[in-house]
């Protein structure tokens, strides 16, 4: 009997994540809220005698991507002090935000730097931005991740043109 050596079993191969798909989400601000909460911070050994929580809520109508359940659109902006400028250069952020849907609206929630709280609270008064622009990955599971999120007055000639349909 001879004995055939042995072949040495073949490593499976890495199989690469496909490359998440962007989709912009866009949405014609319809509305607006801000709230403003102080209380007492009763956590023990806290570093701030109070907690503070305030957000921007804006309300509109998503008109791309089509063909969602529902077309109802709840973003909040919160300010976050790790954005300033001087504190964010260590982070290794995989988000600005998140967006979630339900059957009757999708919300989106994302970090503001809290130094331009002000200057969107300002904008938003007038009634200068129009709409609000969320790119990130494509729904999977009922949430996405966002990338980057813009106000604006008017929209890209792209956003425009994707828009308005064929």
Do not use: C
């Not at 002000?118 to 790119?135: D, E, F, I, T, W």
């Amino acid at each position: 009997m001879g004995t055939e050596p042995k072949k040495a079993p073949r490593k499976a191969k890495r199989r690469r994540k496909p490359a998440e798909e962007i989709v912009d989400y866009v949405v014609e601000i319809e509305g607006w809220d801000f709230s403003y909460w102080l209380a007492l911070n009763s956590v023990r050994n806290a570093l701030d005698p109070y907690h503070e929580h305030r957000h921007v809520k804006v309300r509109g109508r998503l008109l791309r991507p089509v063909g969602l359940q529902t077309d109802r659109v709840t973003a909040s902006l919160f300010p976050s002090t790790n954005l300033l400028e001087e504190r964010r250069k260590d982070l290794k952020p995989i988000a600005v935000g998140s967006i979630e849907s339900y059957p009757d609206r999708l919300d989106a929630r994302m970090s503001i730097p809290v130094d331009m709280l002000p200057s969107v609270l300002q904008v938003l008064a007038a009634g200068h931005p129009k709409y609000l622009v969320m790119r990130g990955s494509k729904l999977r599971y009922r949430s996405a991740r966002l990338v980057s999120y813009s106000l604006a007055t008017k929209l890209d000639e792209d956003d425009e043109a994707e828009t308005d349909g064929p």
